[in-house]
Nanobody
């Protein structure tokens, strides 16, 4: 059983930065996993934000956050991060960490945008960007 716990959300002004963390536990290795971030704003569907393969470091970003957000991971801490810069009010949402136990290969990594590919989800952390 894998558990994911997000942290780091909060209130920030437009143009500011925030770093989210996702602590993963329940396994000794996540070498085959892809880790993703999704978000859901009030009245909107859940949206893919970013994903990373645990071993290879392959990354993929949603169009709305490219150039502003960076996903990374620390294998020693079993933690995935989402660095969010140049935040906009439109980024306001609950951000969820998710884990796909069988990551796509590098040539197919764009498949990580699919919600259905993920096996485990965290409870979410609120990010609010004020204007």
């Amino acid at each position: 059983q894998v558990q994911l716990v997000e942290s780091g959300g909060g209130l920030v002004q437009a143009g500011g930065s925030l770093r989210l963390s996702c602590a993963a536990s329940g396994r000794t290795t996540f070498s085959s996993y892809a880790m993703g971030w999704f978000r859901q704003a009030p009245g909107k569907e859940r949206e893919f934000v970013a994903a990373i393969s645990w071993s290879g470091g392959n990354t993929y970003y949603g169009d709305s956050v490219k150039g502003r957000f960076t996903i990374s991971r620390d294998g020693a801490k079993n933690t995935v991060y989402l660095q969010m810069n140049s935040l906009k009010p439109e980024d306001t949402a609950v951000y969820y960490c998710a884990a796909d136990r069988s990551a796509p290969t590098a040539d197919r990594f764009a498949l990580t945008v699919r919600e259905a590919s993920y096996d485990y989800w965290g409870q979410g952390t609120q990010v609010t960007v004020s204007s």
